[in-house]
């Protein structure tokens, strides 16, 4: 076999290959499209059963993805995983809310009953009982602190990340990423349903599109 022939023969395989790849891609993207549209209208849902103007849920209420992590970026003005969250306060469940939000702010936002994870640069705050300050750039800790309150015996709960472009402005992308990637994963260990919402704007078209790439579960709202 000649070199000419070799370097054909080579230059066609690549472009099999080219092929192969390019459809496997697609066909991945149009999975994870079948599954944003089912998402999106589970949102939808959510939105209809749970309204923000404070009257009481309907009883049969949409549930939050079991043993994962939801991230929703959106951009309209509703906030549907609140009326969701705030439906699992008055039913008991162990709820923890993360926030950059002050907790007069956050108690107006939900029901009594929820742990608060306070996140500012000053952790010299007089605060009650119920909520924690940790700064937003030691993620490890706010891990930990998720931890604490879903071990043992404690399984199961939910976790909702309110501010969460906070952490964004304060840390590295990839720091974000890997903190998401725990987070993740301490929702699949512990059973946790835990939402990360973000306002689209806020956040990077790159950092968008990392998330898309990278987390099963997200939703543009």
């Known amino acids: 076999m000649d070199n000419a022939t070799l370097i054909m023969l080579m230059a066609i395989s690549g472009i099999v290959l080219l092929v192969v790849w390019t459809i496997y891609r697609i066909q991945g993207h149009k999975k994870k499209m079948r599954e944003f549209d089912e998402s ?54 162990r709820v923890v809310v993360v926030s950059s939000r002050p907790p007069e702010e956050v108690r107006r936002m939900y029901p009594k009953g929820f742990m608060h994870l306070w996140l500012d640069r000053s952790t010299a705050h007089d605060v009650g009982k119920g909520t924690t300050v940790i700064n937003p750039t030691n993620l490890s800790s706010i891990l930990e602190e998720i931890r604490s309150r879903f071990s043992g015996g404690n399984m199961g709960g939910t976790v909702v990340f309110e501010g969460f472009e906070d952490v964004l402005s304060n840390n590295a992308t990839d720091r974000v990423i890997r903190f998401l990637k725990m987070l993740e994963q301490i929702s699949k260990d512990r059973g946790l349903s835990s939402v990360v919402p973000l306002p689209y704007k806020a956040v990077p078209q790159r950092v968008r599109n990392q998330l898309v790439d990278g987390f099963d579960s997200v939703v543009i709202d």
Do not use: C, T
């Not at 079991?66 to 309209?76: A, K």
């Open 40 to 93: 999106a209208m589970e949102i939808g849902r959510m939105s209809k059963k749970y309204p923000q103007s404070g009257r009481e849920p309907e009883p049969s209420a949409p549930s939050l993805p079991q043993n994962d992590l939801l991230i929703v970026m959106f951009r309209s003005r509703s906030r549907p995983w609140r009326g969701v969250v705030s439906h699992k306060i008055k039913e008991g469940g």
